[in-house]
């Protein structure tokens, strides 16, 4: 039996902006294909959603909820805030979470050119027409070779800003706590910070300062949108859905990224990493630690903290404020009960997600685990 005194750093409350977290464990963003083909979310996800703040998670941040009838929609079945029917669809979830006691965050989503089912358009954009790398992810329903985006306008950039703060507003709407700008991942705001994908000769592209500039727009955008008493937050990593070994350039790069974020009017700042501990470039500190030191606002740390000696050791250390869990928490949602009370840990199968990663898949998985279970 674990002593429970020795995890109770991960039990206290912490203050996100202007709500405040019941302890230091959330669920991270995972996108699970399983709404309507019109993106409404169902009474099977308000379940799925639900039972992570009954295990005991103080927050749950939702998959990336696609932002407009354009061109952000990621994937067939991505539940969206695109618009008014879709947010009141939120309204049970986001009730059915709070009522289990979590604080619940919708991550806003622009898929950009890594776009693989979009009923909105044929055709996908990014910053510049470049092929993304890699191949569509097939349990997200995707198959072969990404399509070869067209640059964006202004004008496009424009609409996708406004996709943005519209969904942000939307989201207050609904009852969320709060919302994540998906600047992480590979995904829209993301080929904007990258060199190599982003192109740009104009104030969008060049050095580091205008493969911001988006980020600085949309965080702007959203903050006029929702008003100063909301949690606003940003997911930033190295790596990408279609190319895990991206990396930064290097630890400059990373200080200009979390002061020029982090200086931004959010309220954290969530980055993820493999394995969240490890240096971020080699030796010296890990991503969350450089978020914390030059972002200046709280960090919640991702990558592989399912096992409570690493998620802790961040906490403790000051690495992170909050640590947020992704197949932990699909493994169990009750990981953190069974971590307070010193209850075993279930590992995490990745049948659960293959061939889809939608939630009839991970019934399916669960029944015949059950079936399987002697006694
Ligand atoms: C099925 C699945 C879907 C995911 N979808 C998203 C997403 O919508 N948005 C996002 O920012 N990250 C997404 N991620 C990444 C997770 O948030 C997390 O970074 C990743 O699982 C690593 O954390 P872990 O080691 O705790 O699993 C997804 C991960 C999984 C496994």
Redesign the pocket.
Known sequence: MRDNAQVASLFEPVALGPSTLPNRLAV?????VSATADGLPTARMADYYAQFAHGGFGLV?T??LYTDEAYSQGYLCQPGLANAVQRDAWRPIVAGVQAGGGRVIA?L?HAGALSQGNPHRTGTIGPSAVRPKGSQMT?YRGSGDYAVPAAMTQQDIDAAVAGFAQAAARAREAGFDGVEI?G??GYLLDQFLSEGINLREDRYGGGIEGRLRLFVDVVDAVRAAVGEDYVVGV?L?QAK?NDFTHRWDGEDEAVTIFRTVGGLDVDYLHV?E?EAWQPAFGTGPSLAALAKRHGGKPVLA?????DPAQALGMVERGEADVV???????AQADWPQRVRSGAPLAP?DPAI?SPL?DLENADRWRAQADYLRPG
């Open positions: 991270a963003p995972m996108t699970r941040i998959e990336g991550q989503m349990f998906h992480a991942n997911r990593s859905v993820t493999y991702n990558g592989s903290l399912h947020s869990l992704g197949r932990g928490a699909l995490f997600l990663a």
